[in-house]
């Protein structure tokens, strides 16, 4: 009770970590690729695993079966049984495996099978991964992935259905992506990967089986489905 009080101007300073070094813009190309939003997320998977030999992934039926939405189908067999990992149906202990990776130099992608699980794994999303840098006072962070659906429209009632992404994205200490278009999903995961904090990518389910392009070379481009502006998940596809 006698300690000294922080100042009111430096209680943000230790809650994210310094802004990664952006990537290097990609040379202009007129070549597109067209793929599934599905596909695209799987790419950005294994472009991640071959480019760091610290990336893994790890989660509910992720490996053998391929994941919930055949995301990461034909990884395990890639990759192998220590880099693409299945877990028990423990997000809680998973989660907190994934953060402990994380802290020690690993750099672990955490798929939660959907949103509704994630709060099984709220004291280690929230408690755990988004205030370890702010009470060490900056010494520690957690540069973890937790990939998650979010969303309603594939039937799967209402354990299987909410969109909390504007929730989680007012948790101090986290960051969140919603990627709502193919090329948001091919590259989003990259710099990701780089972030020294926690970022949760939520993947709409309704947007899994769409199509569109992108330039080979990552160069900004809309053509085929892609909608040429801004958009957040759904709005605009």
Not at 39 to 50: F, H, S, T
Not at 68 to 92: H, N, Q, W
Not at 134 to 153: D, E, N
Request: glycine share 10%; proline share 7%; aromatic share 8%.
């Amino acid at each position: 009770e006698a300690g000294t009080w922080e100042p009111v101007e430096t209680l943000t300073h230790h809650v994210l970590g310094p802004e990664p070094t952006p990537p290097a813009p990609p040379a202009p190309s007129d070549t597109t690729v067209e793929m599934t939003y599905r596909e695209a997320v799987k790419q950005g998977i294994r472009d991640a695993m071959l480019r760091d030999e610290r990336v893994f992934l790890m989660g509910e039926d992720v490996g053998a079966y391929g994941g919930c939405y055949a995301v990461t189908k034909g990884l395990m067999a890639e990759f192998g049984e220590d880099r693409i990992r299945d877990t028990p149906l423990s997000e809680s202990g998973f989660t907190g495996a994934g953060i402990g990776a994380a802290a020690a130099g690993m750099r672990p992608i955490v798929e939660l099978m959907t949103v509704n699980f994630s709060l099984l794994a709220l004291d280690q999303i929230m408690n755990t991964a988004a205030t370890i840098r702010h009470m060490s006072g900056g010494q520690f962070g957690v540069p973890l992935v937790i990939r998650m659906a979010t969303g309603a429209g594939k039937q799967l009632a209402a354990q299987h259905s909410h969109s909390w992404e504007g929730w989680y994205a007012h948790v101090p200490g986290l960051k969140v992506l919603v990627p709502a278009t193919v090329e948001d999903a091919r590259w989003m995961l990259a710099t990701a990967l780089d972030d020294p904090d926690p970022v949760i990518m939520f993947e709409h389910a309704g947007l899994v089986n769409y199509h569109g392009c992108y330039y080979a070379a990552g160069q900004v481009g809309y053509k085929c489905n892609d909608f040429p502006g801004r958009a957040w998940s759904t709005m605009f596809s």
